[in-house]
């Protein structure tokens, strides 16, 4: 290779607006360094688990790779599994076609190993890495479902299925997504528009977001995540929200996996959402494996 790989050092003069210029020409973006680490990089101290790290591969002084390793800590059957999200993947236009990106991959993932007790490492690939992960044989997982409730009576009812009151909505074949952690994360770079909404034990986060429509800004709930202990009381907690929050819809985007989906009448393949593909490190994910997960577990949520 005409480039090296290895773990960036942050404390080098300089280096974060060198990662900002390297993806903002990449995506034609003008994003300052300190929003992209606090989108990408978490201390992760709750738990004592591992801090987020960054790969680059470099020409001597010059970055011209970047993968964002995120350090996420997930729920299965009561315990604390220490994951990564890689995110935030940029080549130089010169190196193409160099194999940079999954020599970065490939990279992290020894890292990983060697860091031990990692569950798996994931991605949301688009259209350009999706095909990078199969060939580095990442187990594919799936799209994720979508539901829109609307806040028209006829409408809203409809949208939910019926739970009666000592229903329990719970798998122990499945990752839950450790919410408050999450929240914690996000309010670095959220602040006041993130919204937490607790009602009856259960808990629905997200934030509100305008979008036009034939001229007409309409506004919805985006939701990121959501703790549900009570779900014969989803449906009310759900109507309060529109009651406290001014909205025209919630949207709600969870995997297929997610026990999530049951409490909805009809969710639909989301379009436009990436799938989940996931390369195990300690642990080993199957078929039967449920990823209790929502857009939270996103990098750019």
């Known amino acids: 290779m005409d480039y090296e790989v290895k773990i960036i050092d942050l404390t080098i003069p300089g280096m974060g607006n060198k990662i900002a210029n390297l993806l903002n020409t990449t995506f034609k973006l003008n994003m300052p360094w300190e929003i992209i680490k606090a989108n990408t990089y978490y201390e992760n101290s709750i738990v004592n688990s591992p801090p987020s790290f960054y790969v680059g591969a470099f020409v001597k002084d010059e970055i011209v790779g970047f993968v964002a390793f995120k350090s996420h800590d997930f729920l299965y059957n009561g315990e604390v599994i220490n994951c990564f999200h890689h995110c935030f993947v940029a080549t130089a236009a010169s190196m193409r076609g160099k194999r940079v990106f999954p020599n970065i991959l490939a990279f992290g993932k020894e890292h990983l190993k060697k860091m031990g007790h990692v569950g798996f490492v994931y991605g949301v690939p688009n259209e350009h ?16 479902l979508k539901v829109n409730v609307i806040n028209l009576p006829f409408l809203f009812d409809a949208a939910f299925s019926s739970w009666n009151d000592m229903d329990i909505l719970y798998t122990d074949t499945g990752f839950y997504q450790n919410d408050y952690q999450i929240i914690d994360a996000k309010k670095n770079v959220k602040g006041k528009d993130l919204i937490i909404f607790e009602d009856l034990g259960n808990l629905v986060w997200g934030k509100l977001l305008t979008r036009k429509v034939s001229g007409i800004n309409i506004k919805y709930f985006s939701i990121g995540g959501m703790i549900i202990n009570k779900p014969h009381f989803f449906k009310s907690t759900v109507k309060k929200m529109f009651q406290e929050h001014e909205m025209q819809f919630a949207q709600f985007i969870f995997h297929n996996t997610s026990t999530f989906k049951q409490l909805f009448r009809n969710p639909k393949v989301a379009p436009y959402v990436e799938p989940l593909m996931i390369d195990d490190i300690a642990l080993k994910t199957s078929e039967k494996t449920g990823f209790n997960f929502m857009p939270g577990i996103k990098d750019h949520f």
Do not use: A, E, T
Request: no cysteine.
């Open 129 to 144: 890495s999706g095909p990078v992960f199969k060939k580095l044989n990442y187990n594919y997982f799936g799209p994720f």
